[in-house]
Nanobody, 116 residues
Framework: QVQLVDSGGGLVQPGGSLRLSCTAT????????MNWYRQAPGKDRELVAAITSGGGFTNDADSMMGRFTTSRDNAKSMVYLQVNSPKPEDTAVYYCNVKFRALNYWGQGSQVTVSS
């Protein structure tokens, strides 16, 4: 079965950096678009970034451009989210996601807290 395992969250200072990882199993990883979402307290889950099977990626909002970068290692079935110069408003639980056979699958989430 499809399983996504998120890791790498924690406390980071504003202006620092952090890398999140997601390990995927149970589907042909190299063929699928992978997404990163986040959900802050009291807010809806929102798309942060997406990466195609070939490694092209996009950020969902202009405010995220240049601060959130996603990459993937198809040999390891892993996807990464690099967070640079985070702001306190980036505090949220971050999830990796894949849509496989019309169903959405989610990692368990990684808490990222941005605070000095």
């Amino acid at each position: 079965q499809v399983q996504l395992v998120d890791s790498g969250g924690g406390l980071v200072q504003p202006g620092g950096s952090l890398r999140l990882s997601c390990t995927a199993t149970g589907f042909p990883f190299l063929n699928y678009l992978m997404n990163w979402y986040r959900q802050a307290p009291g807010k809806d889950r929102e798309l942060v970034a997406a990466i195609t099977s070939g490694g092209g990626f996009t950020n969902d909002a202009d405010s995220m451009m240049g601060r959130f970068t996603t990459s993937r290692d198809n040999a390891k079935s892993m996807v990464y989210l690099q967070v640079n110069s985070p702001k306190p408003e980036d505090t949220a639980v971050y999830y990796c996601n894949v849509k496989f056979r019309a169903l959405n699958y989610w990692g368990q989430g990684s808490q990222v807290t941005v605070s000095s």
